[in-house]
C-alpha cells in the first residue's frame, strides 16, 4: 500500500540551528502538506502546497519557513533559525484532491530543539 | 475561537463496552466533517468522511454519524486494537485540504 515516508524521524538541534525535514509523498497526489503537533496538543496547519508553489500557510508559517519540492519526489520543509517552541512532531501529508479531507499522513518527524 | 471540541478528553472502556465518542463544530456551511484515529507517535490515519446531516459511515466497528451540529463515533464492541486517540476535523474555507482538528478523544479499550 502506497505511504507518505518521512526523514529523520527524530532530529536534536540547538536553538538557532537550520533543520530540514524530508518527505516522500505518495507518487500520484498532486497536494502536499505539513501540519505539526506540539506534545499534547492539537495537529496544527502549517501549509499546503500545489503545482510547486504555496497554496495557503498559516499564521504559524513565518519566514523562518520554508518549503522546496526540488525535484519529482520529495517535499521539504526548512526551519532556518530554530527556536525552543519549534519543537514538536511535524507531519507531512498528501492527498489526490478528490476528496476535501481525506489526507494521507506520514509517520512524522519529532523535531526537539535545545 | 475553537471550531471543532471534542468529548469526552479520555474515555476507557472494557471490551465489549461500546460507547460514542462527540465532536461538535461551530463552522457554518459545512464542507464535510473527517474523522481520523491516530496510534502514540504516529500520524492521523483518515477514517470517514461525512458530509450532510443524517449521513452515516461504517467501517468495522466503527460507525460515524452526522447531524448539523455534532457528529458521533459510535464504537460497537471495541476490542484492545482500538485503542488511539480519535480525531475530527473540518476543512478550512478556502484551500483544499487544511484541516482543523479538535484535540482528539483518547480511547483505551482493557481486555
Known amino acids: 500500500e502506497p505511504e507518505v515516508t518521512q526523514t529523520p524521524s527524530h532530529q536534536v538541534t540547538q536553538m538557532g540551528q537550520e533543520v530540514i525535514l524530508r518527505c516522500v509523498p505518495i507518487s500520484n497526489h498532486l497536494y502536499f502538506y505539513w501540519y505539526r503537533q506540539i506534545l499534547g496538543q492539537k495537529v496544527e496547519f502549517l501549509v499546503s502546497?500545489?503545482?510547486?508553489?504555496?497554496?495557503?500557510k498559516s499564521e504559524i508559517f513565518d519566514d523562518q519557513f520554508s518549503v522546496e519540492r526540488p525535484d519529482g519526489s520529495n517535499f521539504t520543509l526548512k526551519i532556518r533559525s530554530t527556536k525552543l517552541e519549534d519543537s514538536a512532531m511535524y507531519f507531512c501529508a498528501s492527498s489526490s484532491g478528490t476528496n476535501t479531507g481525506e489526507l494521507f499522513f506520514g509517520e512524522g518527524s519529532r523535531l526537539t530543539v535545545l | 475561537e475553537d471550531q471543532v471540541t471534542q468529548s469526552p478528553e479520555a474515555l476507557r472502556l472494557q471490551e465489549g463496552e461500546s460507547s460514542s465518542l462527540n465532536c461538535s463544530y461551530t463552522v457554518s456551511g459545512l464542507r464535510g466533517l473527517f474523522w481520523y484515529r491516530q496510534d502514540p507517535g504516529k500520524g492521523p490515519e483518515f477514517l470517514f468522511t461525512l458530509y450532510s446531516a443524517g449521513e452515516e459511515k461504517e467501517k468495522e466497528r466503527l460507525k460515524a454519524t452526522l447531524t448539523k451540529k455534532e457528529s458521533f463515533l459510535h464504537i460497537t464492541a471495541p476490542k484492545p486494537e482500538d485503542s488511539a486517540t480519535y480525531l475530527c476535523a473540518v476543512p478550512g474555507l478556502s484551500t483544499l485540504g487544511r484541516l482543523y482538528f479538535g484535540r482528539g478523544t483518547q480511547l483505551t479499550v482493557w481486555p
Open positions: 502546497f500545489y503545482n510547486n508553489e504555496i497554496s495557503e
